[in-house]
């Protein structure tokens, strides 16, 4: 949490799967376009967002839990 701070001057994204504790808006403003298609997938996938978790609900979708919406120019390659 501290190297955040120092490199937040850079725009560097956290690993999801890592430590990390910058807010949910400010994940999403590193993330943007990304976690738009992101969001899209999930929502496609898990529509009634049986496996969204707490995580999920903070970062993914930044404290809205039924934010997303699939957006199909964002599954180019799904069968909608």
């Given amino acids: 949490p501290k190297i955040e701070k120092m490199l937040e001057k850079f725009n560097v994204k956290p690993h999801i ?8 808006d400010r994940f999403e403003k590193l ?7 992101l969001r899209s997938i ?3 996938h898990d529509p009634q967002g049986k496996f969204r978790n707490e995580f ?8 809205s839990r039924w934010k997303a919406i699939v957006k199909k120019e964002n599954l180019p390659n799904a069968k909608l």
Avoid at 31 to 37: A, F, M, R, T
Wanted: glycine share 16%; net charge negative; aromatic share 16%.
């Fill in 17 to 24: 799967g890592k430590l990390f504790k910058l807010s949910g």
């Fill in 31 to 37: 993330y943007g376009k990304d976690l738009e298609i």
């Fill in 42 to 44: 999930i929502t496609h």
């Fill in 56 to 63: 999920m609900d903070e970062y993914i979708y930044c404290g």
